[in-house]
């Protein structure tokens, strides 16, 4: 079995504490901006396993990067709308930071070897 890289080990303990969290917001919001973060968070765990076994991989790394841009808007709002205490939103920006750096570390490393491939 090949060794999980960090940024998927990461990603998928975001989505085991992040999920069950969003499940429980009121129902205004859980139908909305929850299930649009959850299926984000989904999203970017499938696209980076994928990218993992891709030839090409950085286009999927940069669409990735947008992807997770995006989840910080979302968690955002979250604590904007109250819906989110000022200590768990720290938490989860820490653990959208960390795999924010592992993804852009990726992203220079493909980079230099597209650069090297030329």
């Known amino acids: 079995m090949k060794r999980e890289l ?29 299930d649009r973060i959850i299926t984000g968070l989904y999203d970017l765990l499938e696209g980076l396993i994928l990218a993992r076994y891709s030839s090409d991989k950085l286009p999927q790394l940069k669409a990735l990067n947008g992807r997770l841009d995006l989840l910080r808007h979302q968690t955002r709002l979250l604590l904007e709308f109250e819906l989110m205490s000022a200590q768990r939103y720290k938490y989860v920006s820490q653990l959208i930071d960390g795999i924010g750096q592992e993804l852009g570390g990726w992203m220079r490393q493909q980079h230099q070897k597209s650069i090297a491939n030329a």
Do not use: A
Request: aromatic share 14%; glycine share 4%; no cysteine.
């Open 6 to 34: 960090p940024i998927v080990q990461k990603t998928y303990d975001l989505v085991k504490w992040y999920v069950p969290i969003l499940n429980k917001l009121p129902r205004e919001h859980k139908f909305l901006l929850g």
